[in-house]
């Protein structure tokens, strides 16, 4: 199936209430599951739009065997997307019958609203917000380039560099070809909102990852130094992972689980083009991962980024059309195998440092999970005070959620984001090696492990089960 018939497919799903939009899109068999996932996101919000001119052409009468969410792909793609540049096969032309029809309807639509632009034909509710104004973040892929090489990189192709930002307002006025480096993470580069670099020859070869600074906080203050073993409890799509590597400069382990085969199967592919060569997929639920498997003894460090309910994402409003914050139901539910995962995170014996974050905005999957697991673990666990100037913090529900961070567009101009960092209250002595005590070996060299990591890169990146 191609890309206008998978689109066409999922729409078809949303509306009938077979599954949500992002989880229809990774269960389609299309190979880029961000271009369906963006084609899909944008036809949904020109609906009602798409709908009047397919209706005001008489679209569907003269073309009787074209399905009506296969007509509304396809009409939004000539008019407000790409054009069916690259292709576009027997579609382009079907619609190419209908194309001087189609567009003068979209322009007699535009002066009986009144409007000039195809987005001011939108619903209040359905035009470019937030979403829109936050700005491009991009994080430069340290396992392959450096972040001043990438500078000269933009500025060769005519961008203008502005040196690192010094306030949140220095991001907000971000406009046309000038870009910034974060104030906060070295790596991160700022472009204006909705700087497409998706086709950018450095992302493509995965020496850019287009990640949102929110998203990159949780490998950033999990903060493992080089030679370290790392679990990824719930890794896809794995920008997060692919961080985590960088920091680690691929000298020493991360064993990353999934339970999705086509996710995980996508995370292997970004992984290898952004260079990684420590990390171990398993497709396997955390929860069924032993603390006591002797591969983990020497795990000290933990990301856990569970599935939730995703209510801080910014695409939610594209895909969601006002629905609302999630059901109690769905809350609980979600709450429950966090507050699961987590205890079980916390029980790996050489755990020192754990990240505990979510896309979500519910107090119900951020705070509460963290009471409830800080409850379990009195005088073992403890919340680690990070980033003391960041000005988002954690809601005041119980002593110490202060040093819990959240994120959003309106006060940290990123997504939607919460993240709290455990740290073990307690020292764990860690076997020392057996070496001259003249002479230690630090704990983060493994000689023998170190060869066999250096193993084709193929073997390492199969999913396991």
């Known amino acids: 199936m191609g890309l206008y018939g998978a689109a066409a497919a999922v729409l078809a799903g949303v509306e009938s209430r077979q599954g949500s939009l992002k989880g229809l899109v990774y269960s389609s068999n299309f190979q880029n599951l961000k271009q369906l996932y963006a084609l899909v996101c944008e036809t949904q919000r020109y609906s009602a739009v798409l709908d009047a001119v397919i209706a005001s052409a008489g679209l569907l009468r003269a073309e009787k065997k ?43 639509l535009k002066v009986h609203r009144g409007v000039s632009r195809n987005e001011d034909l939108l619903q209040e509710s359905s035009r470019p917000g937030q979403a829109y104004q936050v700005p491009r973040f991009v994080r430069v892929n340290t396992l392959k380039t450096r972040p001043e090489d990438a500078i000269d990189y933009f500025k060769r192709q005519g961008f203008s560099y502005q040196g690192r930002a010094s306030s949140l307002e220095d991001l907000r006025a971000l406009k046309g070809q000038h870009f910034l480096l974060d104030p906060l993470l070295p790596e991160l580069l700022v472009f ?22 929110a998203s990159c906080l949780p490998a950033m203050l999990l903060s493992p130094p080089p030679g370290s073993h790392v679990i990824d409890a719930c890794a896809a799509p794995g920008n997060k992972t692919s961080y985590i590597a960088a920091l680690l400069k691929n000298q020493g382990k991360i064993f990353a689980f999934d339970q999705d085969a086509k996710r995980l199967a996508a995370m292997a592919t970004l992984l290898a083009r952004a260079g990684v060569s420590c990390c171990e997929l398993a497709e396997k639920d955390f929860l069924t991962v032993s603390p006591s498997d002797q591969r983990y003894s020497q795990v000290q460090y933990i990301l856990l980024d569970p599935s939730c309910s995703g209510s801080g994402m910014l695409s939610r409003q594209l895909e969601e059309h006002g629905e609302g914050t999630p059901s109690k139901e769905r809350l609980q539910a979600l709450a429950g195998f966090q507050q699961r995962a987590l205890c079980h995170a916390l029980r790996f014996p050489s755990l020192q440092r754990l990240v505990y974050s979510t896309c979500s905005l519910c107090q119900e999957e951020n705070e509460d999970v963290v009471q409830e697991a800080l409850q379990h673990n009195s005088g073992t666990f403890r919340l680690a005070p990070v980033l003391p100037t960041w000005p988002h913090r954690g809601l ?16 940290t101009l990123t997504g939607g984001f919460f993240i709290a960092v455990f740290e073990r209250a307690e020292v764990v002595p860690t076997p020392a090696p057996q070496t001259d005590a003249m002479d230690p070996e630090p704990l983060s060299q493994v000689p023998k492990r170190k060869r066999r990591r250096k193993a084709a890169f193929g073997a390492s990146m199969q999913p396991s089960t």
């Open 66 to 108: 074209l399905r009506p969410h296969l007509a509304k792909v396809l009409v939004y793609e000539l008019l407000l997307g790409k054009g069916f540049r690259g292709g576009g096969g027997r579609w382009k032309a079907l619609l190419g019958r209908h194309q001087a029809r189609l567009k003068a309807e979209l322009a007699r």
């Open 192 to 213: 204006p909102a909705q700087t497409d670099l998706h086709e950018h020859p450095l992302y493509r070869a995965g020496h850019l990852i287009l990640q949102d600074k």
């Open 396 to 411: 005041s529900t119980f002593p110490g959620s202060e040093h819990c961070l959240r994120a959003s567009p309106e006060t």
